[in-house]
């Protein structure tokens, strides 16, 4: 089983950065953030799996995946916050592939997720 925590959400500017963070206990292969606005379709962040990244082309340039495995930490740098950024940002996990882990950035396919963290961005 795998649980997943995530931190770091917060209200900030427009062009600001923000660090969110993903407590990640148990073992898994793919990890990666994805986001719910209000009213709208969960969409994929950012997946990495065995340190290889994959983005989104709605953050690509602008956010960064990774994660430390000594402190079983995954984390999403988000820079030039856009207010189009502003979701619930939520951790997921699994033992996939990396097929099937790419796969998942746009089906939102794995099993474990947190319950996520609020980011919003304001002009």
């Known amino acids: 089983q795998v649980q997943l925590v995530e931190s770091g959400g917060d209200s900030v500017q427009v062009g600001g950065s923000l660090r969110l963070s993903c407590a990640v206990s148990?073992?898994?292969?793919?990890m990666g953030w994805f986001r719910q606005a209000p009213g709208k379709e969960r969409e994929g962040v950012a997946v990495?799996?065995?340190?290889?990244?994959v983005y989104g082309d709605s953050v690509k340039g602008r956010f960064t995946i990774s994660q430390d495995n000594d402190k079983n930490t995954l984390y999403l740098h988000l820079k030039s916050l856009k207010p189009e950024d502003t979701a619930r940002y939520f951790c997921?996990?699994?033992?996939?592939?990396?097929?099937?882990?790419?796969?998942?950035?746009?089906?939102?396919?794995?099993?474990?997720w947190g319950q996520g963290t609020q980011v919003t961005v304001s002009s």
């Open positions: 990495i799996h065995r340190g290889v990244p």
């Open positions: 148990g073992s898994t292969r793919c």
């Open positions: 997921a996990a699994d033992a996939t592939d990396y097929a099937d882990c790419y796969a998942a950035l746009v089906r939102g396919r794995l099993n474990f």
